[in-house]
């Protein structure tokens, strides 16, 4: 009989024991998870990941709207060039898409620009050819840097966001393992992994919400830029094709 009850208080006392090991881990498991790593950050660090977080979402909406922006003006500017160089009248052409503001592309603007300066000029009866001409150069000048500003709006902000929000998020890490080994060396608790994780946790939290806002930003950036670049060109090479044109049309009312 002794044995047998040694026997039960054996087992009762491994149950316990099992019982509480479950409990702790569980505990543990949930202090470590990311929602509660976050709320029981610093304010400092909190308000990082706050920064970092709308900075991401800012971000992203950008990405959004200059991805069919572009894709628009992608369109407009093929449709324009379609219908430019399909030998109709340049007077019908500046009609329809001078008319047609909501659907007008950066090359059709520029065109409009120049035609306008080439009428308007025509029509006071200008002697001086090369005067005409750089006066509709000027004009589609004006008209390109419009529709420049117009095609970067937003983008340099791309580019800010993934050029700091890794070292913001580094910031933030810092500042919470700062914290987590203060708080340690106050303490009278033994120093051992399990209490210094939960805080270096939390701030690499930071780290990685840098990161995740930098990435998406850096590869939006580089190519919306290059797809800025390969426009303007087409509108650059464009208004040097348009001016030939006038001077050709100019060249024979002389005659």
Known sequence: MPNENQDLQAETLGAAADAISQSAGAHAADSMSIISLISEASITVQLVMLLLLLASLFSWSIIFSKFFSLRKERRLTAKFEREFWSGGSMQALYNQWGAETKKASGMSEIF??????????????YA????????????????????IDHLESQIPFLATVGSTSPYVGLFGTVWGIMNSFISLGSSTQQATIASVAPGIA??????????????????????????????????EI??????SIVNRQLAIEER
């Open 128 to 147: 001086n050819n090369n005067d005409l001409l750089d006066a509709v150069q000027r004009a589609m000048r004006v008209e390109l840097g419009r529709e």
């Open 238 to 243: 464009f208004m040097e094709e348009f001016v």
């Open 202 to 235: 939390e701030a690499l939290i930071a780290t990685a919400m840098g990161l995740f806002a930098a990435i998406p930003a850096v590869i939006a950036y580089n190519r919306y830029s290059h797809e800025v670049e390969k426009l303007v060109g087409k509108y």
């Open 112 to 125: 409009v620009a120049g035609y306008r300066e080439y009428q308007r000029l025509s029509e006071r009866g």
